[in-house]
Nanobody, 120 residues
Framework: QVQLVESGGGLVQPGGSLRLSCAAS????????MAWHRQAPGKERELVAI???????NYADSVKGRFTISMNNAKNTVYMEMNSLKPEDTAAYYC??????????????WGQGTQVTVSS
């Protein structure tokens, strides 16, 4: 199996910053992509940012210029630096990875989520 463990969420004032981390562990051969999604109460889960193992990134329009996703391939870890946070960024943030395990095809795994609350 593969486990994704997130950390770094919390309460921050508007305009503040947070850094999320997500480490994948288990029988992993390769991780082509990792991503962060979020879900606010009463809303559908949405893709926030995605990164490939070669470093290509893509962001939701709502976070462009404020959030930065990065990946440490050697550590199977993805990060997201979140700056200029707004109350509308409040949500549970979920890490997602497409993982190639030894002897299997590509599989999707999710973390348990970490809460980010932006409030004064």
């Amino acid at each position: 199996q593969v486990q994704l463990v997130e950390s770094g969420g919390g309460l921050v004032q508007p305009g503040g910053s947070l850094r999320l981390s997500c480490a994948a562990s288990g029988s992993i051969f390769n991780i082509p992509t990792m991503a962060w999604h979020r879900q606010a109460p009463g809303k559908e889960r949405e893709l926030v940012a995605i990164i490939t193992s070669s470093g290509h990134t893509n962001y939701a329009d709502s976070v462009k210029g404020r959030f930065t996703i990065s990946m440490n391939n050697a550590k199977n870890t993805v990060y997201m630096e979140m700056n200029s946070l707004k109350p509308e960024d409040t949500a549970a943030y979920y890490c997602q990875a497409n993982v190639l395990r030894y002897g299997t095809s590509l599989e999707e795994f999710w973390g348990q989520g970490t809460q980010v609350t932006v409030s004064s």
